[in-house]
C-alpha cells in the first residue's frame, strides 16, 4: 500500500509558518510538521500543535544556521561570535569528526533540544535536522540513541532516490552509490534502535519550490511503503531576522498543501496520508 507523510519543515521559525502548517493540516494534505525548539515562533507552535492531535509533530534538529538551546559559553566550538550556530557546515562537519570534545558538544546540545522538547509534552512522532545535517555519520551516530532514549517513533532517511530524467555521467553514478550505501548504514542503525523509516524522501531537488505542480509530480512516483515528502510552507511572506532563502517559494508551497487537485489527486491514487507513529 501506498502510504505518504507530508511534512513541514522549520514548524516554530515563524508565526507565518505555524499558519501554514495548521491550515495545511486542517485544509489539505499536511499530516506532519518538524518544531524548532529555539525557533521565534516556538510557543506559538507549540499551542497549535497541542489543538492538533492528528499533526505528527517531530523535533527538527538544528546544529547550523540557527540558535542553540545551551548557552554559547557551553558549546564553543559549535557557535559564532553572536552565539548562533555557524552557516559553514563543512568546517564545523571536519571539526566533528576530527575532534572528540567538539563531539561532546554536539552530543550535550542534541540532548537538550531533546530536553526542550520533552518539555511541551508533545507526543515525539519523528526526529530530522534542519538542512539534513544528520547525514554527518558522526551526528547520526550520536542522534540515534537519543532519538530511541526519549520515545520517537521514527527519523527521515534524507537521501532521494533519483527520479527526473538526465544524463549521469561517472560522477554522479559515484555519489548515486556513496549515497545509497550512507542510507543503507543509517537505515541499520536506525531500525537497530527500533525507529521507524522512510523507504523513500521527496523534496530535496525542489527543496523551497514544492509548488502544486511539483506536488503532483512527485505523487505520480509514490509507491508501495513508506514515503515523505517535506516542504517549507509559509501562509505569507514574512520581515523575519533570519529569512528564508531568497529562492524560496514558501507561500506557493503552502497554496499546495491545500490545493483542491492535489488532494484529490491523492485520493485517485490510493495514497495513504499518515505520520511514522501512523505507519504502514
Same mark, same amino acid.
Given at each position: $500500500?501506498?502510504?505518504?507523510?507530508? %511534512? ?10 505555524? #499558519? ?14 518538524s518544531?524548532?525548539?529555539?525557533? !521565534? ?21 538544528? *546544529? ?14 559549535l557557535?559564532?561570535? #553572536?552565539?548562533?550556530? %555557524? ?10 569528526? *576530527? ?12 540532548? !537538550? ?12 512522532d ?8 544528520? *547525514?554527518?555519520? %558522526? ?46 548504514? $543509517?537505515?541499520?542503525l ?19 519550490? $514544492?509548488t ?13 511503503g ?6 517549507h ?10 529569512? $528564508?532563502?531568497?529562492?524560496y ?10 490545493? %483542491?487537485?492535489?488532494? #484529490? ?16
Amino acid at each position: $500500500m501506498k502510504h505518504l507523510i507530508v %511534512t513541514a519543515d522549520d514548524f516554530g521559525r515563524s508565526t507565518a509558518i505555524n #499558519e501554514a502548517v495548521e491550515r495545511g493540516h486542517r485544509e489539505g494534505i499536511l499530516t506532519a510538521a518538524s518544531l524548532m525548539v529555539t525557533g !521565534a515562533a516556538f510557543e506559538d507552535a507549540v499551542f497549535r500543535a497541542r489543538r492538533l492531535p492528528n499533526l505528527g509533530v517531530g523535533l527538527h534538529v538544528t *546544529l547550523v544556521d540557527g540558535v542553540p538551546v545551551l548557552p554559547p559559553g557551553q558549546i564553543p566550538d559549535l557557535v559564532n561570535a #553572536e552565539g548562533r550556530f %555557524t552557516k559553514k557546515p563543512n568546517l564545523l562537519g571536519a571539526k566533528i569528526f *576530527l575532534a572528540p570534545w567538539v563531539r561532546r558538544q554536539v552530543e550535550a546540545e542534541l540532548r !537538550a533540544q531533546f530536553e526542550a522538547y520533552r518539555a511541551t509534552g508533545l507526543r515525539l512522532d519523528h526526529v530530522d535536522s534542519h538542512h539534513h545535517y544528520h *547525514l554527518h555519520p %558522526t551526528v547520526f551516530r550520536l542522534l540515534i540513541p537519543l532519538a530511541a532514549e526519549y520515545g520517537a517513533k521514527g527519523v527521515r532517511i534524507p537521501i532521494e532516490p533519483r527520479w527526473k530524467p538526465g544524463r549521469r555521467g561517472a560522477a554522479q553514478r559515484l555519489s548515486d552509490a556513496l549515497y545509497g550505501r550512507l542510507a543503507q548504514a $543509517m537505515r541499520a542503525l536506525a531500525e537497530r534502535h527500533g525507529l521507524a523509516v522512510n523507504d523513500r524522501m521527496f523534496g530535496q531537488s525542489d527543496s523551497g519550490r $514544492m509548488t502544486a505542480a511539483r506536488l503532483l509530480a512527485v505523487l505520480e512516483r509514490v509507491t508501495d511503503g513508506l514515503n515523505e515528502v517535506y516542504c517549507h510552507p509559509a501562509s505569507r511572506a514574512a520581515a523575519d531576522a533570519h529569512p $528564508m532563502p531568497g529562492s524560496y517559494r514558501s507561500v506557493d508551497e503552502f497554496h499546495a498543501l491545500v490545493d %483542491t487537485s492535489v488532494l #484529490e489527486r491523492v485520493r485517485g491514487l490510493g495514497i495513504h496520508l499518515t505520520t511514522f507513529s501512523g505507519g504502514k
